[in-house]
């Protein structure tokens, strides 16, 4: 899917770092957040943005890549008071879960969504959450994104934060996966993917990692 970067002859071998952001309250009490939700981190989200600092200070990050959201630009705070230069791109923000962001789930809500999710994972990802938007939407907003990441042949190692959704979206677009495979790439606050490019093939180094936060409780999980 992600052919046009692919492409390019100016570009040469890199090595990507993707997290995803640290907790949050919303995280916490389970309570869908998506692109509409501009949270911040929470205490343990701030904690766990430090200690994946402190494992990942000493690689020589090139640039810093944030959505434009808060809890993401949050995450990768000390990279960035250590000059580390930082853009945020939109496109990298996560999908809108639609007119219920922000407000605790019910019973039949909680259905709905699992309702959605099961489509997708069954190949209708063209299919909108109400109010919201689909894998398919996601992937148009984010391939210009993309492309202007991959297409700096300067920048040969880069860290990426972004969301838990958009994550599992871009995964596929980088590994040529199909979306409706999304839900194979597990993530939790503040995991590392980190991939090899080699200028026309993505490799997987690490997966889901979360080594760098043994010291401290279990994050939380999400399901969507």
């Known amino acids: 899917m992600f052919r046009a970067a692919q492409n390019s002859a100016k570009l040469t071998f890199k090595k990507i770092y993707i997290i995803r952001h640290g907790q949050t309250d919303f995280n916490l009490k389970n309570i869908v957040q998506g692109s509409g939700v501009d949270s911040s981190l929470n205490d343990f989200g701030r904690a766990q943005s430090l200690a994946f600092f402190e494992a990942y200070r000493h690689v020589p990050f090139d640039k810093v890549y944030t959505s434009a959201l808060k809890r993401s630009i949050e995450s990768v705070d000390m990279f960035l008071k250590a000059g580390i230069p930082h853009e945020k791109l939109a496109g990298l923000n996560e999908i809108s879960w639609g007119r219920k962001e922000g407000q605790p789930i019910t019973p039949e809500e909680d259905a709905y969504y699992h309702y959605v999710l099961d489509q997708w994972r069954k190949g209708n990802t063209s299919l909108r959450i109400e109010g919201g938007e689909s894998p398919e939407d996601v992937v148009a907003r984010m391939m210009p994104a993309v492309e202007h990441i991959f297409n700096r042949p300067d920048e040969k190692t ?20 199909p979306l409706r495979s999304m839900d ?24 889901n990692d979360t080594r760098h936060l043994i010291r401290l409780k279990s994050g939380l999980k999400t399901v969507y």
């Open 158 to 177: 880069i860290l990426i934060c972004m969301h838990g959704r958009a994550m599992r979206i871009l995964l596929c677009l980088l590994l040529n996966y």
């Open 184 to 207: 194979m790439f597990e993530h939790e606050n503040l995991c590392l993917y980190e991939l090899n490019y080699t200028g026309s093939l993505f490799t997987v180094e690490k997966y």
